[in-house]
Structure formats: C-alpha cells, structure tokens
DNA sequence: TAGATTGTTAATCGATTAACAATC
DNA sequence: TAGATTGTTAATCGATTAACAATC
C-alpha cells in the first residue's frame, strides 16, 4: 500500500524566495505535466534534473523553500508535486485575464490554447479602435479602454497583458492601473512606469533575440 | 570642443559574463534608444538606473566586464554607448532570420516590425503545410522544411525562430540542427534537447503569467 | 576651482553545490 | 536488508552594493 496521505500544504510562500527559484518552479511544473503525459507515476530530482539541464540538488533545495513534497527512496509522485506547485504559483484556480489590444499579437494570443491548461483565461479584450470595439475576437467581447475599470471590477480581473504598439504602452498600463490592476505581462517594447503595488513582467522578443546574438558570437570564446 | 574620439572597442566579451548581466545590457540598449530618440544626447549611471529601477553601480559593472564607455563628470554619450552594446550583443548588422512556423503566432512575429531596429530580419518562412508552402506571408517566401538546409546555407542563416506547436517543436528543432543552426529562439512550451553547441532561449507565456500569479498572490506575505 | 561622474576595489550579500544522515 | 532518494547543512561560488580615488 502506497501512502496517499497529503505532504505539507505550501500556500504561503516564506519570505525571500529568489526570483529564479520561481521561475525554475514553472519549469518543474511544464516538465511535470509533459511526465504525466507520458505516463509516469513518479520521477525523482535526478531525473527531472537531467530534463531540464540542472542539478538534483538544486531543485530539492528550491522545493524545500516551499515544503516537503518527495518521499526517500522513492522520489516525487507527479500528480501530488504537480498540485502543490500549482498552489505555490497560484494557479491552482484559473485566473480570469485582461488583454489590452487586438493587434497581430493581442488576436494570436487569444487564439493560443495553451493557457488554459495553466490556470489563465483570458475574458475580456480591451481596445480603442472604435471598428473592433463592441465586436468578438475568438468569442471573447472586445470593450472600449474606458470600461476597463467597470469590466475588471464586474469580472475580478486581477492580471492583465498589454499587447499595444510601444507608444501606447504607457498609457495602457496607467489605465489598468487606475482600474485596480495587479500584476501586468507587458509585451511592448518599454520599461513600464507603474506603482509599486502592481508587479509587472516584461517580453521583448527583440531581447531574446540579443542573447541568442551575444551567445552564438561568444561560444567560441568561452569555450 | 567634445572629444569625439571612440572608447575602448569591445568586440570579444571576456569569460565568464553572467547571464544576467547580457540581459540588462539588452535592457540599457532599449532605454538608451528611448533617450535619444527624446532627443538627449548624454546620460549618467544614475539617470539610466532610475529609469530601470536599477543602481548606476550595477550599470557601471556590467559595462566594466567590456570595457570603458564612459566619461568621468560626464556620464555617457548616448549615440555611442548604444554602438558599443551593439557591438558586445554582436547586432551592428542584421540577422537574417528563419521563422519554422506560420501559424497565428508565426504571422504575428512576422508582422512585427521592431525587430528590425535590433538588427533581425526574418528572410524566410518554413512549414509543413501545403496550403501555404510555396506562397508568402507578408512579403517572405514561405518553404517546406525540407528545405531547411539548402534555404539556410544559401542566405546564411545562423539564427531560427520556433514558433510550431509543442507537439511538433522538437522535431523543428531536430531540422534545424541538422540544418547547422547555431540559436534558436523557442516559443513552444517545451524544453527542447538539443546539441550543446546550440544556444537555445525559451519564451514561454504560461511560465511569465505564473511568475505575475505568484506575485500577485505573495506581494502582502512578503511586505 | 567646484561639482559631477566614472571605473574599480573591497565588503556584503545571496545562490548553488556537495555531502550525508534520515528515511522509505 | 540493500538500494535509492529525500531534505538539510556547511562549503563554495558568484553577484551586487558601497565607497572612493581618478578624471573631466
């Protein structure tokens, strides 16, 4: 018989925990979930180290900011690990989303199904080109910028992402931020100007093309 | 009368440059092109880690690792400080590009034109699709994939975009390196196994919502 | 000159790794 | 029991910050 008692719950996540060690937690999460599909019950920190190019060590420890969640001698049940990573990401829930903007990027972004397997949805869209305002994209309802305050508020809509050409960034998120925002996935190429109660990440492609640059110029050097 | 003559040039990093430091150097980069484009000709350390939330001592080390660029009682001068990271991320002339991928996303990235800026250009298209191999999507020549390696030797090709579904990301990956690709830039929520003379950056949009989640959801805890 | 700001060193702080007793 | 693997501690390694002489 297999002990199928819960480990320790993790809903608060101590003070202090490295930006990185978050990060690498969605990792464990997206090696897991790809685990299970395939099948397997368990895995153990060696194992899921070798996937993703790190060590045992180092995933334990970041496990242990949170708890305890592997049993010795075995390793790490899939299911158990992948629900109490979840809790400590907090999605455990799905998040209803805010999409601000319906360029190129705003509509393959609604068009992505991948969110939802990940706790997001995105629910309302927001423009300010009166030819889609009042229309559906993929289904969801495309409001004007100034119903953000009423359409969040209606909706609980906590997280939003910007997909608005770079000029427009700034106002965007000073608009989310008037409508309570939380936290904002920014894809315009800017540093955001915002409050510090609204936690912001930022994508540039434009950047990670930069580091793939730096890095094929400099393999042979550091070689 | 301003002495215009060039810094120490930087074309070799030295070993051992931390990751992250590469990607705030990504980041001076755009808030430099910012500040010019308002018209400001110098900056200081300071100024330039107000605006990123960062102090002018970091900035100042992270461009120690490649030289000297600035002036003492002066700061930097924009114009040239922006030649100089150019050069160290290795962007003084354009990429040329190839894009594995033109669905929703693909044609988004494709429609984009900030890459061209920080010296990218997406000068092919590859799919498996019948419908659109042989057509073009926004002016780029759309090619089967098994066409890989003769469309990437002969436009010098060193740098791909993946953007397939996750399903089929790793085999686009396999082509590629067998196509003698030195980075790709991975869109798929996969961790692809690639050759370690491949560079390989991930974008993946869960993983950056679940960082915002965890934000959002321990900002009191941690205050 | 006085004021500003760099580049660099030394001190601090934080993250990763290695090792191993405890556990299954 | 023997083998495997965890959680955790201590040691190592790396990155950030603060301070300041040198410079314009």
Redesign the pocket.
């Given at each position: 018989m297999i002990?199928d008692s819960p480990?320790q719950s993790a809903l608060n996540a101590p003070e202090?925990v490295?930006?990185?060690?978050v990060n690498r937690l969605s990792l464990y999460l997206r090696e897991l979930q790809q685990l299970t599909r395939a099948g397997l019950e368990t895995?153990?920190?060696?194992?899921l180290g070798e996937l993703l190019g790190?060590?045992?060590?180092?995933i334990?420890?970041?496990?242990?900011y949170f708890g305890?969640?592997?049993?010795?001698?075995?390793?790490?049940r899939c299911h158990e690990l992948i629900d109490q990573i979840r809790n400590i990401l907090g999605t455990s829930h799905t998040w209803p989303v805010a999409l601000v903007g319906v360029g190129n990027l705003g509509r393959a972004l609604l068009r992505y199904k991948g969110f939802s397997l990940r706790g997001f949805e995105v629910v309302a869209v927001f423009d300010v080109d009166h030819n889609v305002v009042g229309s559906e994209v993929e289904g969801i309802p495309v409001f004007h910028v100034d119903e953000l305050a009423d359409v969040m508020r209606q909706r609980q809509i906590r997280l939003a992402i910007v997909a608005v050409p770079a000029a427009a960034a700034q106002k965007a998120a000073d608009r989310l931020v008037e409508a309570g925002v939380e936290g904002i996935l920014n894809f315009a190429p800017v540093t955001l100007s915002l409050p510090a109660n609204v936690t912001t990440v930022g994508v540039d492609l434009a950047i990670e093309l930069e580091q793939l640059s730096f890095a094929v110029v400099n393999r042979n050097e550091n070689a």
């Open positions: 002990d480990r202090g490295p930006k990185a060690v895995t153990s920190s060696t194992r790190l060590t045992g060590a180092q334990r420890k970041d496990l242990a305890q969640f592997g049993y010795p001698g075995i390793g790490y």
